[in-house]
């Protein structure tokens, strides 16, 4: 799912290959050391979270605060909404 990372005063586009209540797995370009503090942006989430390892393009974000469970379900509708949407055009 396509999101918005927002590290040291910018923004940056990244996708969200995983996610739960207490983080995501980001695919992102950025060379972000852990233990940097970022906000995730999605549309109908933003959190506050830290970076807590990256490996090749890929980033592990733990949020500040757990996220609600009906928000992960919400998100994960989101999701499958987007990719049918997606495969519907090819």
Request: net charge negative; glycine share 10%; charged share 25%.
């Amino acid at each position: 799912m396509p999101a918005f990372l927002q590290a040291d005063g910018e923004r940056h586009a990244v996708q969200i290959l995983d996610l739960s209540a207490g983080g995501a797995k980001l695919d992102c370009a950025l060379g972000l050391p852990t233990g940097t503090a970022v906000v995730l942006d999605c549309g109908t989430l933003c959190r506050t979270a830290v970076v807590r390892w990256k490996s090749a393009g890929v980033v592990g974000l733990c949020f500040d605060s757990e996220l609600d469970p009906r928000d992960v379900s919400d998100l994960m509708e989101r999701s499958k909404a987007l990719t049918a949407y997606r495969n519907g055009r090819e």
